[in-house]
T-cell receptor, first 115, second 115 residues
Framework: GAVVSQHPSWVICKSGTSVKIECRSLDFQATTMFWYRQFPKQSLMLMATSNEGSKATYEQGVEKDKFLINHASLTLSTLTVTSAHPEDSSFYIC???????????FGDGTRLSIL | AQTVTQSQPEMSVQEAETVTLSCTYDTSENNYYLFWYKQPPSRQMILVIRQEAYKQQNATENRFSVNFQKAAKSFSLKISDSQLGDTAMYFCAFGFIQGAQKLVFGQGTRLTINP
């Protein structure tokens, strides 16, 4: 079946640093990937839609300059949290569609902790 | 805009019992997908079952089945012969037929299966 790999699974870093999270579709091409954020005991909140070869579409209230998304190939999208602060600590999870078809396949998520 | 509502924040049943999780949604689309995702403590998002709105027959996957009432915009999940491994957060989600569009998630139901 379709597999999405997300890396790293857990990262701890100091306030002010930038952190890059990778989302790869291993056995299919994904023209569109999605980035979600999940707070403890809450649902998934869509942050942005990542489109291969074009700019990402951000949801209302999500800072584009804080959360940089790059979708340079059909199998890789990256989310960079720039100048991270403790309030950016959260669980980030990506998903991808196989050639635009449902269902979306999810990565295992990244737990980000900013000290 | 699409909305998904799960009115049961938490549920708890004994092993081997049957449990039903509720989900209602709102949309003006005529054709769409509905999903149930399971998120165990490992936080992976696992697709449990999906339903295409134009199909009248309720979807079934082993012990998991749905009761899809399109007119009432209701999509409940029934878990038969519940097992300890079914303990997880369960999210109901709405998906568009046309690809490259986000999933809309409900708030989630925390299900605990007791031995």
């Amino acid at each position: 079946g379709a597999v999405v790999s997300q890396h790293p699974s857990w990262v701890i870093c100091k306030s002010g640093t930038s952190v890059k999270i990778e989302c790869r579709s291993l056995d299919f091409q994904a023209t569109t990937m999605f980035w979600y954020r999940q707070f403890p005991k809450q649902s998934l909140m869509l942050m942005a839609t990542s489109n291969e070869g074009s700019k990402a579409t951000y949801e209302q209230g999500v800072e584009k300059d804080k959360f940089l998304i790059n979708h340079a190939s059909l199998t890789l999208s990256t989310l960079t949290v720039t100048s991270a602060h403790p309030e950016d600590s959260s669980f980030y999870i990506c998903s991808a569609e196989d050639r635009g078809n449902q269902p979306q396949h999810f990565g295992d998520g990244t737990r980000l902790s900013i000290l | 805009a699409q909305t998904v509502t799960q009115s049961q924040p938490e549920m708890s049943v004994q092993e081997a019992e049957t449990v039903t999780l509720s989900c209602t949604y709102d949309t003006s689309e005529n054709n769409y997908y509905l999903f149930w995702y399971k998120q165990p403590p490992s936080r992976q998002m696992i697709l449990v079952i999906r339903q295409e709105a134009y199909k009248q027959q309720n979807a079934t996957e082993n012990r998991f089945s749905v009761n899809f009432q399109k007119a009432a915009k209701s999509f409940s999940l029934k878990i038969s012969d519940s097992q300890l491994g079914d303990t997880a957060m369960y999210f109901c989600a709405f998906g568009f037929i046309q690809g490259a569009q986000k999933l809309v998630f409900g708030q989630g139901t925390r299900l605990t299966i007791n031995p």
